[in-house]
């Protein structure tokens, strides 16, 4: 079975400065996407970036971007540049690529300081 | 921008009744998920649902679980009996595709308070 783990359950970050949240994952398979989602206190769940294991290159999108290392089945989120915008709770997530099923990590609450 | 919603936000029920849980489903997607969170612990996959059908379940989904997909917006989970242990944020979510490209949108939640 597929397993996603969030070692940090909670973290602090100075506005400004950059923060690493880490997720590691447990599979067989070859071919699946990883996520990471932000839930505001609002609690709606937002995707903020995907990798797809097939792509050597770390998935970027602003001041998110990831640090996918396959073989040892790890897939950081580093925040730069972090806003009080940004406190949030992480879930890192694990899908097939083939599949609907999204399997979450405990997540890590994020808490930006001014 | 279309966004998936859910209501009611907050329901609160006695143990061994029936509660229906509401969601508004993206207009032109086609795939649907329920997942919930149990205070603390885990988001957890409940059921997918394509064509009118469940597409797959998890072991939570047992025989007090049902979706539906009752017209042409709506998608509703059905708790038949609830127990003190469904308690839970439950969220809905769509896609417009099936498969791990297609970025599943999430509705706020229902949180749900069983007595």
């Known amino acids: 079975a597929q397993t996603v783990t969030q070692s940090q359950p909670e973290m602090s970050v100075q506005e400004a400065e950059t923060v690493t949240l880490s997720c590691t994952y447990d599979?067989?398979?070859?071919?699946?996407?990883l996520f990471w989602y932000k839930q505001p206190p609002s609690r709606q769940m937002i995707l903020v970036i995907r990798q797809e294991a097939y792509k050597q290159q770390n998935a970027t999108e602003n001041r998110f971007s990831v640090n996918f290392q396959k073989a040892a089945k790890s897939f950081s989120l580093k925040i730069s540049d972090s806003q009080l915008g940004d406190a949030a709770m992480y879930f890192c997530a694990y899908t097939l690529e083939y599949g609907n099923k999204l399997v979450f990590g405990a997540g890590t609450i994020l808490r930006v300081k001014s | 921008e279309p966004e998936v919603t859910q209501t009611p936000s907050h329901q609160v029920t006695q143990m061994g009744q029936e509660v229906i849980l509401r969601c508004v489903p993206i207009?032109?997607?086609?795939?649907f998920y329920w997942y919930r969170q149990i205070l603390g612990q885990k988001v957890e996959f409940l059921v997918s649902?394509?064509?009118?059908?469940?597409?797959?379940k998890s072991e939570i989904f047992d025989d007090q679980f049902s979706v539906e997909r009752p017209d042409g917006s709506n998608f509703t989970l059905k708790i038949r009996s609830t127990k003190l242990e469904d308690s839970a944020m439950y969220f809905c979510?769509?896609?417009?595709?099936?498969?791990?490209?297609?970025?599943?949108?999430f509705g706020p939640g229902t949180r749900l308070t069983v007595l």
């Open positions: 649902f394509y064509n009118n059908e469940i597409s797959e």
């Open positions: 979510a769509s896609s417009e595709w099936a498969g791990a490209s297609n970025e599943q949108f």
């Open positions: 599979t067989s398979e070859s071919d699946y996407y």
């Open positions: 207009s032109n997607h086609l795939y």
